[in-house]
């Protein structure tokens, strides 16, 4: 029996800055899961739509462009609207210290700053969906 | 769609990786299956498939079908890990639950499909979907298992695939019901096209279905309704010859055979003694005392009562 970490990865709203979320996505791909890679300028509807039919453990957006206090929360409404509040959600970008706690405190899991090893990410998400899964 | 897009989805995944209750859930769901027309979507990396399946799935919902789509990307053959891009394409879908995309890692399976995609479209069609659409992994000239699984093959070109010598060899060119030679614009578009069908003419007829070629450019979504028609006659063939229903027969046959494969191997190699006797044999062979071929004949007769 074969039970790959299947994670979503994309970008969302308008923000066309997609270096940082390749390099994760080739690092993710690299660890031995499975990257679903959505692309550019994704609705959260997309994102969710994307993350329900390909059954995913992980959603990771990647957002530079500081609408993450809107897209986040819709993400997260929308997963859980749909019953899969049991999907991890989390990203990375430059995202403010002040917001990383609120978007914790609402369900977001870790979200990674310029600079973070991928190694880091890789660790996070393989503990994260152990636990996930071991329940 | 009528069921539930989650539970079809975990479905899927129950499926695909093999997990204690697939097999029932098979088993359930064959009866609903046979409703969905199959078709494949084959050709080299970068001819253009996803675009023009994101394309055709358009086409066809807003014809009143219900779209299935099953993409497959390559799993790494040393992390089995994989990047699934075929999505970035489909942008503008009708957002309902008319049409559903699965993307699949092929996962160790080297035939351009992943080993249980027959099963993941299986799924799409007990849950209603008109038209099932299995994108391949970007092919070489051998990976042709999607001919078996589909029912219409189109094989997607582009201009620059090669010369008429390339479209002579066996392998790809002998799979497609269909060959769209895709990025019209291009320089040699036409060409390669006539260059096609004077090929085609010249090649055995499979089930007396001379294969069409459409010219199109996936990008602009020009000629469409051709492809749609073209697609439609070959339906119209197969129904009317009876090759529809042998393909449905041909289908059950390989599934039954491989299923029993996979259980026989799995009862062998679980054998009490099997495994200690290869590790005998493997001893032998570095002391240069046997070879592969007479170690893998002894058990062979040893543990299957001399069926070697």
Same mark, same amino acid.
């Given at each position: 029996?074969?039970?790959?970490?299947?994670?979503?990865?994309?970008?969302?709203?308008?923000?066309?800055?997609?270096?940082?979320?390749?390099?994760?996505?080739?690092?993710?791909?690299?660890?031995?899961?499975?990257?679903?890679?959505?692309?550019?300028?994704?609705?959260?509807?997309?994102?969710?739509?994307?993350?329900?039919?390909?059954?995913?453990?992980?959603?990771?957006?990647?957002?530079?462009?500081?609408?993450?206090?809107?897209?986040?929360?819709?993400?997260?409404?929308?997963?859980?609207?749909?019953?899969?509040?049991?999907?991890?959600?989390?990203?990375?970008?430059?995202?403010?210290?002040?917001?990383?706690?609120?978007?914790?405190?609402?369900?977001?899991?870790?979200?990674?700053?310029?600079?973070?090893?991928?190694?880091?990410?890789?660790?996070?998400?393989?503990?994260?969906?152990?636990?996930?899964?071991?329940? | 769609? @009528?069921?539930?897009?989650?539970?079809?989805?975990?479905?899927?995944?129950?499926?695909?990786?093999?997990? #204690?209750?697939? =097999?029932?859930?098979?088993?359930?769901?064959?009866?609903?299956?046979?409703?969905?027309?199959?078709?494949?979507?084959? @050709?080299?990396?970068?001819?253009?498939?996803?675009?023009?399946?994101?394309?055709?799935?358009?086409?066809?919902?807003? @014809?009143?079908?219900?779209?299935?789509?099953?993409?497959?990307? #390559?799993?790494?053959?040393?992390?089995? @890990?994989?990047?699934?891009?075929?999505?970035?394409?489909?942008?503008?879908? #009708?957002?309902?639950?008319?049409?559903?995309?699965?993307?699949?890692?092929?996962?160790?399976?080297?035939?351009?499909?992943?080993?249980?995609?027959?099963?993941?479209?299986?799924?799409?069609?007990?849950?209603?979907?008109?038209?099932?659409?299995?994108?391949?992994?970007?092919?070489?000239?051998?990976?042709?298992?999607?001919?078996?699984?589909?029912?219409?093959?189109?094989?997607?070109?582009?201009?620059?695939?090669?010369?008429?010598?390339?479209?002579?060899?066996?392998?790809?060119?002998?799979?497609?019901?269909?060959?769209?030679?895709?990025?019209?614009?291009?320089?040699?578009?036409?060409?390669?096209?006539?260059?096609?069908?004077?090929?085609?003419?010249?090649?055995? =007829?499979?089930?007396?279905?001379?294969?069409?070629?459409?010219?199109?450019?996936?990008?602009?979504?020009?000629?469409?309704?051709?492809?749609?028609?073209?697609?439609?006659?070959?339906?119209?063939?197969?129904?009317?010859?009876?090759?529809?229903?042998?393909?449905?027969?041909?289908?059950?046959?390989?599934?039954?055979?491989?299923?029993?494969?996979?259980?026989?191997?799995?009862?062998?190699?679980?054998?009490?003694?099997?495994?200690?006797?290869?590790?005998?044999?493997?001893?032998?062979?570095?002391?240069?005392?046997?070879?592969?071929?007479?170690?893998?004949?002894?058990?062979?007769?040893?543990?299957?009562?001399?069926?070697?």
């Amino acid at each position: 029996m074969d039970n790959p970490i299947r994670v979503l990865v994309g970008k969302v709203g308008l923000d066309g800055h997609d270096r940082g979320v390749k390099v994760v996505a080739s690092a993710l791909r690299d660890a031995g899961m499975e990257v679903i890679y959505s692309g550019l300028h994704q609705t959260p509807e997309n994102v969710v739509r994307a993350a329900i039919e390909e059954d995913v453990d992980v959603v990771a957006i990647s957002i530079l462009s500081g609408a993450h206090m809107t897209l986040f929360p819709r993400i997260l409404e929308l997963l859980n609207g749909k019953g899969r509040d049991d999907v991890l959600l989390c990203g990375g970008g430059i995202i403010p210290e002040k917001d990383r706690e609120e978007l914790m405190k609402l369900g977001v899991g870790n979200l990674f700053g310029p600079g973070t090893p991928t190694t880091e990410i890789v660790a996070y998400l393989e503990k994260e969906i152990a636990a996930r899964r071991g329940k | 769609m @009528g069921g539930d897009r989650v539970a079809l989805a975990r479905a899927m995944t129950l499926v695909e990786n093999g997990s #204690p209750g697939a =097999a029932d859930l098979l088993d359930r769901v064959y009866p609903r299956t046979g409703h969905a027309y199959r078709i494949g979507i084959t @050709g080299p990396p970068g001819a253009g498939k996803s675009t023009l399946v994101s394309r055709l799935v358009g086409e066809l919902w807003k @014809g009143g079908s219900k779209v299935g789509v099953v993409a497959v990307d #390559p799993s790494s053959p040393f992390t089995r @890990g994989a990047l699934l891009g075929d999505r970035v394409r489909f942008q503008d879908l #009708p957002d309902n639950s008319d049409v559903f995309v699965r993307s699949m890692a092929s996962r160790g399976s080297s035939g351009g499909l992943a080993f249980k995609t027959g099963e993941v479209c299986d799924l799409l069609d007990a849950a209603g979907m008109d038209t099932v659409i299995v994108e391949t992994v970007g092919v070489g000239q051998s990976e042709l298992d999607v001919a078996a699984a589909v029912h219409t093959t189109i094989v997607v070109l582009v201009p620059e695939s090669g010369d008429e010598v390339q479209a002579m060899k066996a392998g790809l060119m002998e799979i497609g019901d269909l060959f769209v030679v895709n990025k019209s614009d291009r320089l040699g578009a036409e060409r390669m096209a006539r260059g096609i069908e004077d090929m085609l003419r010249l090649s055995p =007829a499979r089930h007396d279905w001379i294969p069409t070629v459409v010219l199109l450019s996936a990008l602009r979504g020009d000629r469409f309704p051709e492809l749609l028609e073209a697609i439609e006659s070959h339906r119209s063939h197969l129904e009317e010859s009876g090759d529809l229903a042998e393909l449905k027969t041909e289908t059950a046959r390989s599934r039954i055979r491989d299923l029993i494969d996979a259980c026989i191997r799995q009862q062998f190699w679980a054998t009490d003694g099997v495994n200690e006797q290869l590790d005998k044999a493997l001893e032998l062979i570095a002391a240069g005392g046997s070879s592969p071929y007479s170690a893998a004949d002894e058990i062979i007769k040893k543990f299957t009562g001399g069926r070697g």
